[in-house]
C-alpha cells in the first residue's frame, strides 16, 4: 500500500523504520498516545513552532500553526492537559493526527518523534510495548 494513499485516521497500517511497525497496531499506539504527558507534548510544540493561544479553558491548551506546505492553511489543535480524563486517549490521538497532517507526515512517525525526543532527555518513560 503506498503511503501517499492512506488516510490520517488509518491506524491499521503502520509506516515506522524496522520492526517496530510489526509490533504496534492500532490498540498499541492508542496506548503509546496515552503515556504521553501533556507537558512533553507542550514542550514538543513549542520547540517546534506551535503558537499557543490564550484561552479560558483550564483543560486544554490551545495551539495553532501556519502551514509550511500549503499558502493560506493553518493548523488548531486543543491539547488535553488532564490524564485521568475518560476522553484522554482518543483527545491525545486527534493531537497527534493534526501535527501529523500539520507536517505532513503519518501519526506513528509524530508519535515516536516525540517518544524519541523524550528518550533523549534524561527522563525514563514506559511505552508498554
Known sequence: MDITRVAPLQYNKVYTPANVSER???????????????????????NSGWKEIPSSRDDVKIFHIQCRFVPNRQYKLAL???SHSSDYKE????????????????????????????????RVINMGL
Request: aromatic share 6%; no cysteine.
Open 24 to 46: 504496534i497496531g492500532n490498540i498499541r499506539l492508542k496506548e503509546a498516545v496515552g503515556q504521553l504527558d501533556s507537558k512533553d507534548v507542550a514542550e514538543y510544540l513549542h
Open 80 to 82: 488535553p492537559l488532564f
Open 91 to 122: 483527545s491525545m490521538l486527534a493531537v497527534m493526527n493534526i501535527i501529523a497532517l500539520a507536517i505532513q507526515k503519518n501519526v506513528t512517525m509524530v508519535v515516536f518523534g516525540i517518544f524519541g525526543d523524550l528518550i533523549k532527555s534524561p
